[in-house]
């Protein structure tokens, strides 16, 4: 399989490479990372012909969307596929005041959750004004999740306000033509398909819900997508680090270090790639791919060198055989779609 294989993203008019670079290391996520080491890792993900790269407000309070910015400048606008997200607004804050949370170091403002119609059209504009672009292609609500707001009551609350307000507003945007295609970012499917029921989305960005390790996305939602044109775009498919690593002690899963379960699953997952010859990661990156809504994978990247691994680890051949001793093994589910 090749990563710059164009693929269409479901019913919209968009064409994006089944690799795209996720932009949360490149705000600082765990680690800080310089200016010049962030640029070199977008500018190396467009040497290797990555051309969909996705970005936040949220990933270091804008230093994620200002690095990016910053090299994709200097290419012609019309040659690259740019997501970002609304749902926070960056308030200016005194540094000794912000709580970066999982960003090791962040921008001087403090992320304000605002799904109303005036909320995501100020986001939509500071993005381009942070990004430098007249345009943004994909536009996502983010994190409409429970896991996010602290509970469902508290979700369903925030999804009641973007659908009265900000859900307006990406409509308008999308018929202005200021954005091609409009949808969500979010850590659970349950909380897409409720969304995809009640709005006009064209795509979804979903994070470590749909990967080697897990597939109940496959029971109503994925199947909602496919019948209705919905692409689908799968981040985090290495589950924030175990499906790369294995499960090796610090192994982490889902932002936290993995439970036992999840290692030992992970374990008897590897174990049939190492009998095929494979490595964990290539099956992680390629898995999603074989589904026919799923348009890319964005794994993230705080350097060079980790860009041309992810191509290299993307690029292997994974025989047939491999997934079915998986189904087999009851390691994968066994309508799970394969490459």
Same mark, same amino acid.
């Given at each position: 399989?090749?990563?710059?294989?164009?693929?269409?993203?479901?019913?919209?008019?968009?064409?994006?490479?089944?690799?795209?670079?996720?932009?949360?290391?490149?705000?600082?996520?765990?680690? *800080?990372?310089?200016?010049?080491?962030?640029?070199?890792?977008?500018?190396?993900?467009?040497?290797?012909?990555?051309?969909?790269? @996705? /970005?936040?407000?949220?990933?270091?309070?804008?230093?994620?969307?200002?690095?990016?910015?910053?090299?994709?400048?200097?290419?012609?606008?019309?040659?690259?596929?740019?997501?970002?997200?609304?749902?926070?607004?960056?308030?200016?804050?005194?540094?000794?005041?912000? %709580?970066?949370?999982?960003?090791?170091?962040?921008?001087?403002?403090?992320?304000?959750? %605002?799904?109303?119609?005036?909320?995501?059209?100020?986001?939509? &504009?500071?993005?381009?004004?942070?990004?430098? /672009?007249?345009?943004? %292609?994909?536009?996502?609500?983010? @994190?409409? @999740?429970?896991? /996010?707001?602290?509970?469902?009551?508290?979700?369903?609350?925030?999804?009641?306000?973007?659908? +009265?307000?900000?859900?307006?507003?990406?409509? *308008?945007?999308?018929?202005?033509?200021?954005?091609?295609?409009?949808?969500?970012?979010?850590?659970?499917?349950?909380?897409?398909?409720?969304?995809?029921?009640?709005?006009?989305?064209?795509?979804?960005?979903?994070?470590?819900?749909?990967?080697?390790?897990?597939?109940?996305?496959?029971?109503?939602?994925?199947?909602?997508?496919? *019948?209705?044109?919905?692409?689908?775009?799968?981040?985090?498919?290495?589950?924030?680090?175990?499906?790369?690593?294995?499960?090796?002690?610090?192994?982490?899963?889902?932002?936290?270090?993995?439970?036992?379960?999840?290692?030992?699953?992970?374990?008897?997952?590897?174990?049939?790639?190492?009998?095929?010859?494979?490595?964990?990661?290539?099956?992680?990156?390629?898995?999603?791919?074989?589904?026919?809504?799923?348009? +890319?994978?964005?794994?993230?990247?705080?350097?060079?060198? *980790?860009?041309?691994?992810?191509?290299? /680890?993307?690029?292997?051949?994974?025989?047939?055989?491999?997934? +079915? &001793?998986?189904?087999?093994?009851?390691?994968?589910?066994?309508?799970?779609?394969?490459?």
């Amino acid at each position: 399989m090749k990563h710059t294989q164009g693929r269409r993203l479901g019913r919209t008019s968009l064409s994006v490479t089944s690799m795209g670079l996720g932009g949360a290391p490149l705000g600082n996520l765990f680690a *800080e990372l310089a200016d010049a080491e962030a640029h070199d890792t977008v500018t190396r993900a467009w040497q290797e012909g990555i051309r969909l790269f @996705d /970005t936040a407000p949220f990933y270091g309070h804008g230093d994620s969307e200002r690095r990016m910015g910053e090299v994709l400048r200097e290419y012609g606008r019309d040659g690259f596929v740019l997501s970002t997200k609304v749902g926070r607004l960056l308030e200016p804050c005194p540094p000794d005041k912000v %709580d970066g949370g999982q960003f090791a170091k962040t921008l001087p403002f403090r992320p304000v959750f %605002d799904y109303s119609y005036d909320g995501v059209m100020r986001s939509f &504009e500071d993005s381009l004004q942070r990004i430098a /672009t007249p345009r943004i %292609d994909i536009l996502f609500a983010h @994190d409409l @999740d429970a896991w /996010t707001h602290g509970g469902e009551a508290a979700r369903d609350a925030r999804v009641k306000e973007f659908m +009265a307000g900000g859900y307006r507003a990406l409509v *308008e945007l999308r018929d202005q033509g200021a954005v091609t295609a409009i949808g969500a970012g979010l850590n659970e499917w349950q909380a897409c398909e409720f969304l995809a029921r009640q709005g006009d989305f064209d795509c979804f960005l979903l994070a470590g819900r749909y990967t080697l390790l897990e597939q109940e996305a496959l029971a109503t939602f994925l199947p909602l997508c496919e *019948e209705r044109g919905i692409g689908i775009i799968v981040g985090g498919p290495y589950n924030t680090g175990i499906l790369a690593t294995g499960a090796v002690e610090g192994a982490t899963y889902d932002y936290a270090p993995a439970a036992p379960e999840i290692m030992k699953r992970v374990g008897e997952i590897e174990a049939v790639c190492v009998r095929h010859g494979v490595g964990l990661a290539s099956a992680a990156l390629q898995f999603p791919l074989g589904h026919p809504a799923v348009a +890319a994978v964005i794994p993230g990247a705080r350097t060079p060198a *980790e860009v041309a691994i992810n191509v290299e /680890t993307f690029g292997r051949e994974i025989p047939a055989d491999l997934w +079915a &001793e998986l189904k087999a093994e009851g390691l994968l589910r066994p309508d799970a779609p394969t490459p």
